[in-house]
């Protein structure tokens, strides 16, 4: 089985291939509710409602607020023919640094079959990338604040990123422009949904800060663990089936693959996934005495994540290696940011979704065939890091201004399911009160 080749030019959609990629999306939805069920297992079974609701809740935000303002900006329907927008011209380049599509999804009906497969692609991207920072609030992130949240990765930064990436932006024309590989690649979203995600996770912590009784004054971080382990690797299932369709129709989407190719990108996205559960189950039970369950759930998350940035450029046995690697990584980091960082992340989603969207784009960089890709791959992650991650922490700085991230005290204490909600998730059980709280 060969890579695909990229291809700068979209050949015209066959009505199977558009009618297999539309059958794929439709499936891909699956990865959002498989990480949405991880979420809740991962979180306290006192906040278990609010934590599923601001889920459901964070997906029809995003689909409204990218239908009236976010598509507009990426710029991906006629109109924009090309992914044409804003240019500005600096050392002799083009540089296209924002999208202008039609205004309301105007023209949808009219254009061709690829821009609207991409839309939909995009509508469910944003979906998934704004449910990551939910799971890392877990417990103390109001649902407001949550919306909120997910409204402006909707309308502004999302957007920009899809725009220069997917939509003929800056870093798609590194190739043209500057001899690099074929531009900055990201098929399935390692990206534009998944590093995005983990890093706006960073900025809720560190907004919103750790969990009462995290952090105790003295001694080492108190284990809060999930408290659903059937939520959390029923969701890994879950997730399978979402992220295989979804690196699929990615690389018929934006890499424009053969049929031919796919079964070949489906196979990647599995060993990715194996590769990184089997390790992480070995770095468990070699450091623990016997595999943590949430750690390898958290391991087989972070090999889907890296396969959606590689799948479609490498071959299985490269995709194995990259699932092997970020299955050593993801309990060492997880480990490593709580105990000398200080991060209360539930949900893991900074060592899952950044590191391991980060990893595969490294590696789509360093196996890839043509001469400059990983030079493209570095600067497109350097980007996220030193562009994206301002930005995201500025704006959510300033949203916590007007929309308080953190529930207060008495809220954490009983509970987001009865503070926010007014009943709990399991009302025939009985919830028993965390001893920090004594």
């Known amino acids: 089985m060969t890579p695909i080749a990229p291809s700068l030019i979209a050949p015209v959609m066959t009505d199977a291939a558009f009618a297999l ?10 990865a959002i509710a498989g990480v949405a069920l991880i979420n809740t297992g991962l979180g306290r079974s006192r906040s ?3 934590a599923l609701l601001g889920n459901l809740a964070i997906v029809a935000v995003t689909a409204i607020v990218f239908a009236l303002v976010g598509a507009t900006l990426t710029g991906n329907l006629p109109g924009t023919p090309g992914g044409a927008g804003h240019i500005f011209h600096l050392a002799g380049k083009p540089w296209n640094w924002l999208g202008a599509g ?5 023209g949808l009906a ?13 509508f469910l991207a944003v979906a998934l990338a704004a449910v990551i920072p939910w799971g890392s609030g877990a417990d103390r992130l109001r ?5 909120a949240a997910a409204a402006v990765l909707a309308a502004t930064v999302f957007p920009l990123l899809a725009h220069w990436v997917w939509a003929g932006g800056w870093l798609a024309q590194l190739g043209v422009n500057f001899s690099l590989g074929a531009g900055f690649l990201d098929p399935g979203g390692a990206a534009t949904v998944h590093v995005l995600g983990g890093l706006s996770a960073l900025a809720v912590i560190w907004i919103a800060g750790p969990r009462k009784g995290k952090f105790p004054k003295e001694g080492f971080a108190t284990a809060l663990p999930g408290h659903n382990a059937v939520y959390i690797l029923f969701g890994c299932m879950l997730a399978l089936v979402g992220w295989l369709a979804w690196n699929v129709a990615g690389a018929v989407i934006w890499l424009h693959a053969p049929l031919a190719a796919l079964p070949a990108t489906a196979l990647n996205t599995l060993l990715s996934a194996s590769g990184a559960l089997a390790a992480t189950f070995a770095v468990t039970r070699i450091r623990f ?3 943590d369950a949430s750690l390898c759930a958290n391991g087989w998350l972070a090999g889907l994540v890296a396969s959606s940035a590689c799948a479609a450029l490498v071959t299985p046995g490269q995709a194995l290696a990259v699932g092997f690697i970020a299955g050593i990584v993801t309990p060492l980091l997880v480990e490593l940011f709580e105990l000398a960082a200080s991060i209360d992340d539930p949900s893991g989603a900074i060592t899952v979704h950044a590191a391991g969207g980060l990893l595969g784009l490294l590696a789509a960089g360093l196996f890839a065939p ?7 791959q570095l600067v497109g992650s350097a980007t996220l890091l030193g562009l994206v991650l301002p930005l995201v922490y500025l704006l959510f700085w300033l949203l916590n201004r007007v929309v308080p991230f953190r529930v207060d005290p008495d809220g954490e204490r009983i509970g987001m399911d009865l503070h926010e909600l007014g009943g709990g998730a399991y009302p025939e059980f009985v919830i028993h009160r965390d001893e920090s709280y004594r």
Do not use: D, H, I, M
């Open 143 to 147: 649902l407001t604040a949550g919306c």
């Open 370 to 376: 043509q001469p400059g890709q990983l030079v493209a």
């Open 289 to 291: 005495g016997k595999p």
């Open 102 to 106: 039609p205004f309301l999804l105007g």
């Open 21 to 30: 990629t539309l059958a794929l999306l439709l499936l891909a939805p699956l």
């Open 48 to 50: 278990a409602a609010q």
């Open 110 to 122: 009219a254009a061709p079959p690829q821009s609207q497969l991409a839309l939909l692609f995009e």
